[in-house]
């Protein structure tokens, strides 16, 4: 039996899913727990959602059979949203109009939006990566330093940031995302 098909590679993804799920609940949690002013049980979530990225992790190598790239991981991420934006959210609000919940229809819709957003961002950064203009551009662009705050004007960023030395992975083109 090919590994893909078996009922463990099933249970693989499974236990991702939920591990990615505990990450993100218990990080809710610790949140309300820190507005509560409960360090300790903020401290015991904060510690659990850790263990389950880290799980996740480790789950998610298994499944991909290794690491993925931060291009692949962009290409993942645009897919993910852009099929939230146009078909998952759509279908929500959909079904809310049908069911007669038009504020949660509006809700919905709202987060349709929010994620078509998304979609358009990483996919910018896709193609910028495709076409290797991540920190050089057509033409002479505001660069700062997303450590330092420093702003330098050119095509391409600095190598180094002359500044504060942090590498060029430090700059994004001023005024964006």
């Not at 991702?16 to 309300?32: I, P």
């Not at 059979?65 to 078909?87: H, K, M, P, V, Y």
């Not at 330098?152 to 590498?167: H, L």
Request: charged share 20%.
């Amino acid at each position: 039996m090919e590994f893909q098909n078996s009922k463990t590679y099933l249970n693989l993804q499974t236990a991702l899913e939920n591990e990615l799920q505990t990450n993100a609940l218990y990080g809710l949690y610790k949140k309300r727990s820190d507005q509560e002013v409960y360090l300790e049980i903020s401290g015991l979530f904060d510690e659990i959602s850790r263990n389950a990225q880290f799980i996740g992790e480790r789950l998610r190598r298994i499944l991909n059979e290794g690491d993925t790239n931060t291009s692949q991981n962009l290409i993942d991420a645009a897919n993910r949203e852009g099929f939230l934006a146009n078909t998952l959210y759509t279908d929500f609000s959909r079904i809310a109009t049908e069911e007669g919940y038009a504020d949660l229809a509006s809700l919905f819709n709202g987060i349709a939006n929010i994620k078509l957003n998304h979609y358009s961002i990483l996919q910018t950064f896709v193609d910028n990566m495709e076409s290797n203009q991540l920190f050089c551009k057509n033409r002479e662009n505001l660069w700062i330093c997303i450590g330092c705050g420093n702003i330098i004007s050119g095509i391409c960023a600095p190598e180094i940031c002359p500044i504060c030395g942090y590498p060029q992975g430090f700059y994004k083109v001023y005024g964006c995302n």
